[in-house]
């Protein structure tokens, strides 16, 4: 299957140089050092083309294009399936760490997975990012910059992200607040609420925080399990939200918010596959508008966990169909570049 393994050596981010090493810059070039404060305040305001900075003259604005990129993220790595169109990319962000990120294709256009955490604190069993650990949040423009540097390298436009890459989005709740009410601002990515998914392992206290500011974007819930005894083996943050409070959070955001709550359930091999598994999901989740997302999980090494096989996945989904709940399968992209997050940080691939 081709597989095409990019690295990707950019020119230096501007954002990434100190103040000092700015001036130096314009000096070095016989330019007054007052240039460095005046394209700051460009960046400062959001300005990510250097031909938007009306100030400057025109030669100089050549002159830093070529020295430089407006970026908070380089391409570090960059995996190109050879089955779809899927792009996977390691970007290295200002301080060195790495995050992933997955651009995919849909008959509605063009779609992209983002981190929001540099690795995440909540343990998931099956889950390569958080085998790795937490180190630290990402800013607003760590978010932006991921699309920005995927739609620069592809030449395409982005239309509707999912915040389903590295990290837990509500863990990081200020920073993405601010992200995902920034998009659709005018001059910038321009992707409406509606556009957008959320998805989160079941912080309750954080859902009702979102609930109060009654945004149009899709909360998912990583739901994975259909009792609190399995929930908890997998997912550590259920001793803390168990299922009874987890799904009372689920209903109260539809009511205030209209919209309908989407679960995501990764398919394990033996572990949460089985029919009364499945009849457990339809009465814990039957009057609930809801939709489920069966995916079958991506296999990670150290996990020693395997996907179900397609009778077990076909046998489920019907199961949960006759019940009553929407279900889907989600469509395997990218499969040749095991496109799900946290491995390639990882150095599995
Ligand atoms: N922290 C958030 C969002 C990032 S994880 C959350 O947990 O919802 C995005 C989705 O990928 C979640 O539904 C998560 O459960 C799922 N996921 C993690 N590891 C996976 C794996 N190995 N196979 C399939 N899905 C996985
Ligand atoms: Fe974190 Fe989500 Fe992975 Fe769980 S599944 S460890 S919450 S990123």
Not at 60 to 77: D, T, Y
Not at 191 to 197: D, N, Q, T, Y
Request: glycine share 8%.
């Amino acid at each position: 299957m081709p597989l095409e393994i990019t690295s990707v050596r950019e020119k230096p981010d501007i954002r990434s140089l100190t103040g000092k090493e700015l001036e130096d810059y314009f000096r070095s070039r016989n330019m007054p050092a007052f240039r460095a404060a005046q394209v700051r305040r460009w960046l400062d305001e959001g300005v990510r083309d250097f031909d938007k900075m009306t100030n400057l003259p025109l030669s100089l604005r050549e002159e830093l294009k070529k020295s430089f990129r407006i970026f908070g993220v380089n391409i570090e790595k960059k995996l190109v399936s050879g089955v779809d169109n899927t792009v996977k990319y390691l970007y290295a962000l200002p301080d060195g760490e790495t995050v992933e990120s997955v651009l995919m294709q849909y008959h509605h256009g063009w779609s992209q997975c983002l981190s929001t955490q540099v690795g995440c604190k909540m343990g998931c069993a099956f889950c390569a990012t958080g085998m790795g650990g937490f180190v630290r949040n990402l800013t607003p423009s760590e978010m932006l910059a991921q699309i920005e540097a995927a739609q620069q390298d592809t030449g395409v436009r982005v239309s509707s992200v999912v915040l389903m890459g590295m990290g837990e989005p509500l863990e990081n709740f200020d920073n993405v607040l601010a992200f995902v009410t920034g998009l659709a601002a005018p001059g910038g990515v321009q992707i409406g609420m509606r556009h957008i998914s959320l998805s989160t392992c079941g912080l309750v206290d954080r859902i009702y925080q979102l609930m109060e500011h009654r945004l149009q974007l899709t909360l998912s819930v990583s739901l994975h399990a259909p009792n609190d005894e399995l929930r908890s083996r997998l997912m550590p943050v259920n001793r803390r939200w168990p299922l009874s409070q987890l799904l009372q959070a689920c209903r109260d955001y539809f009511t205030a918010t209209g919209r309908r709550i989407s679960f995501e359930y990764a398919m394990i091999d033996g572990v949460n596959d089985t029919p009364q598994c499945a009849a457990e999901l339809a009465s814990l989740l039957s009057g609930m508008n809801c939709h489920v997302n069966l995916i079958p999980v991506n296999h990670v090494a150290e996990s020693g966990l395997h996907r179900s096989g397609a009778r077990r996945l076909r046998d489920f989904q019907q199961e949960l169909s006759r019940r009553g709940i929407n279900v889907t399968v989600r469509r395997t992209l990218g499969a040749d570049i095991d496109a799900s997050c946290g491995q390639l940080r990882r150095g599995d691939q």
